[in-house]
């Protein structure tokens, strides 16, 4: 009679496990990453799979899989950034694969969506917020050594100065040769070893930083294009941040990876969008951390040895054992694991209130002291 509860509660597991109601789950399957089997389910079965592979020959097979689902997830975030971006400029709008080649890709697309868009608007540079903000900059220009205010004064009287009409606007290709000029010449004194040519290189991004913002409150008429290129851009900056780790070999990051570059791009005061949980993109690192990165800090000697260690000399009592466990490395083949992880995760919308009601009515069946014992 004791017993009863727990056989019924786990009855009511098999019908409802908590990876069919888990969120971080679905949200991640719906994102289109493949997650394991222990994944899926998390706690113990996910503590026991990350052992496992210590396990030769399954250790490959469950490692693989975990190795799918990073690389799913690397894919998943850079076509978030080109569906915003790829449509803009008839360019391809998919990845099939992460690493440095898709995160160019990106770059490369959003960038032509904004080369496309500039052409088509006008900038006044007569436009008071911007006039405010430039002669700050120029107040901040004053302060450093003169060499550098000079090429900064030139370049800019250079690149905006010549190329205004008479009634202080940069029109089309005249606006998209200046911000491309100043653009370049950023980068250029950005990648100086000298620190008063750096510094002299992050204010002519500033400037560049003011004539983006200027354009988008001068052309309202492409609000919906500038969010597009916008957005595509904090993705990129978030890969970017990433993929910048010498721990991610060919620009392919972690799930801790994503969300620690998710922390740093938070702006917000004391990082407050982060700790509420609201961090751009936090939606998708958050689960992808707690769902997909090793439960199991164990770096290799003590469980993960014993259990190796145990499963090869069982092998002496039965060679059945290990070959098992090779032979169950075909859980983790592509096509086995995708309805593996949809039969614990898929239920019908009546599962979880039978299993609720199992769990009461177990309790309430309990005899004598079980019975007492559930407070029923």
């Known amino acids: 009679g004791g017993a009863l509860p727990a056989v019924v509660a786990g009855a009511g597991r098999v019908i409802s496990p908590n990876a069919s109601v888990n969120s971080d789950v679905k949200k991640l399957l719906d994102t289109g990453v493949r997650l394991t089997p222990g994944q899926a389910l998390g706690g113990l079965a996910s503590r026991t799979e990350d052992?496992?592979?210590?396990?030769?020959?399954?250790?490959?097979?469950?490692?693989?899989?975990?190795?799918?689902?990073?690389?799913?997830?690397?894919?998943s975030i850079i076509n978030k950034g080109?569906?915003?971006v790829a449509p803009l400029t008839g360019m391809p709008g998919k990845v099939l694969s992460p690493g440095h080649d898709s995160i160019l890709q990106l770059r490369t697309t959003a960038q032509k969506a904004y080369d496309n868009l500039v052409p088509h608007l006008h900038a006044d540079l007569n436009d008071t917020q911007f006039y405010a903000n430039m002669q700050l900059l120029r107040n901040h220009i004053s302060q450093m050594p003169q060499q550098e205010q000079n090429a900064i004064n030139h370049i800019i009287d250079r690149e905006m100065g010549h190329r205004m009409?008479?009634?202080?606007?940069?029109?089309?290709?005249?606006?998209?040769?200046?911000?491309?000029?100043?653009?370049d010449h950023a980068s250029g004194f950005g990648r100086s070893s000298t620190k008063y040519e750096r510094d002299a290189g992050e204010v002519l991004k500033a400037v560049h930083g003011e004539l983006r913002e200027l354009l988008e409150r001068t052309n309202?008429?492409?609000?919906?294009?500038?969010?597009k290129i916008n957005t595509a851009y904090r993705i990129l900056k978030i890969v970017d941040r990433a993929a910048s780790s010498v721990a991610s070999p060919e620009g392919v990051f972690t799930p801790s990876q994503l969300h620690s570059a998710v922390k740093s791009g938070d702006i917000t005061k004391d990082k407050r969008a982060f700790s509420e949980g609201g961090a751009f993109l936090q939606d998708i690192s958050g689960p992808?951390?707690?769902?997909?990165?090793?439960?199991y800090n164990d770096s290799g000697t003590a469980g993960r040895l014993a259990m190796s260690a145990g499963a090869l000399a069982s092998g002496m009592a039965s060679p059945a054992i290990p070959l098992s466990l090779i032979g169950a490395s075909a859980l983790y083949a592509p096509g086995i694991q995708k309805h593996i992880v949809k039969a614990l995760t898929s239920r019908p919308d009546f599962a979880r209130p039978l299993a609720d009601l199992l769990n009461v009515g177990g309790t309430y069946a309990a005899p004598g002291a079980a019975g007492f014992q559930a407070r029923r």
Not at 52 to 67: C, M, N, V
Not at 169 to 182: E, F, K, Y
């Open 51 to 75: 052992k496992a592979r210590s396990f030769f020959g399954l250790g490959d097979a469950i490692t693989a899989a975990q190795k799918r689902g990073e690389s799913d997830l690397n894919v």
């Open 82 to 84: 080109l569906e915003m």
């Open 165 to 183: 009409d008479p009634a202080g606007r940069l029109i089309g290709t005249n606006l998209q040769d200046a911000m491309a000029a100043i653009r």
């Open 220 to 227: 309202p008429q492409y609000a919906d294009e500038f969010a």
């Open 288 to 295: 992808a951390k707690s769902i997909m990165s090793s439960h």
